[in-house]
């Protein structure tokens, strides 16, 4: 019963090809988000849907496409992945103005 | 630009001492401050908060402190144990009640590391 849940827990592929990641999350909540930690740990916000809508969208690379279906899914495709993509992805949830939980991560890593 | 930053990186400590880890903030329209701990492998976890008409918030073994006129923030775990071993991360929220729909910003992270 795992209230935020990503897949796939890791992600190994070549520069150029496109991947998807696929966020869910059975708390309720109205708002979902991505953020990327780098290699030193650093966390930063990309995106961010409030009742499938964007609401937060970071300067982020256009190759970077969320996608919400519904209130508890939150996707994330990228296109022709580059080595700086390389990285810990998490998806969040909360109700707005709430902590958020967050998924454990979808390891990135392009070779 | 704003930022929330952290004051020590790395923190080692004996098991059953009281550990501190600090935090700085620069933006003056914060109102809303969450911990998190992050252990190997795993996403960020809750730990405490504090809104601004607070000083002081407690939990169990954990306590935070806000000083509005430094924006500073620390968080004091009482007893620490091994388990306590991890990234620890401050967060902020400008505005929290307003329209700032959740964009956290987080600071650096210190890593402690409690030795048994």
């Known amino acids: 019963d795992t209230a935020v849940s990503q897949t796939p827990k890791y992600l190994v592929t070549q520069m150029g090809n496109d991947k998807s990641i696929k966020c869910e999350q059975n708390l309720g909540h109205d708002t979902m988000y991505w953020y990327k930690q780098d290699s030193k740990k650093f966390l930063k916000i990309m995106f961010s849907?409030?009742?499938?809508?964007?609401?937060i969208n970071e300067t982020v690379p256009n190759r970077f496409s969320p996608k919400s279906p519904d209130k508890a899914h939150l996707n994330l495709h990228i296109n022709s992945l580059e080595l700086g993509d390389s990285a810990v992805y998490f998806c969040?949830?909360?109700?707005?103005?709430?902590?958020?939980?967050f998924g454990d991560g979808t390891r990135l890593s392009i070779l | 630009g704003e930022s929330v930053g952290l004051h020590l990186p790395t923190l080692s400590v004996q098991e059953g001492d009281n550990s501190i880890i600090n935090c700085a903030y620069s933006?003056?329209?914060?109102?809303?401050f969450i911990w998190y701990k992050q252990e190997s492998g795993k996403g960020p976890q809750f730990i405490i908060d504090?809104?601004?008409?607070?000083d002081k918030r407690q939990g169990q073994r954990v306590t935070v402190l806000l000083n509005k006129t430094v924006k500073h923030l620390s968080l004091q775990i009482a007893a620490t144990q091994p388990g306590d071993s991890a990234v620890y991360f401050c967060a902020d929220y400008p505005n929290a009640g307003g329209t700032s729909y959740g964009k956290l910003t987080f600071g650096q992270g210190t890593i402690l590391t409690v030795h048994p």
């Open positions: 933006n003056s329209a914060s109102d809303y």
């Open positions: 849907y409030n009742n499938k809508e964007l609401i």
């Open positions: 504090i809104r601004s008409n607070m």
């Open positions: 969040a949830s909360s109700h707005s103005g709430q902590p958020q939980h």
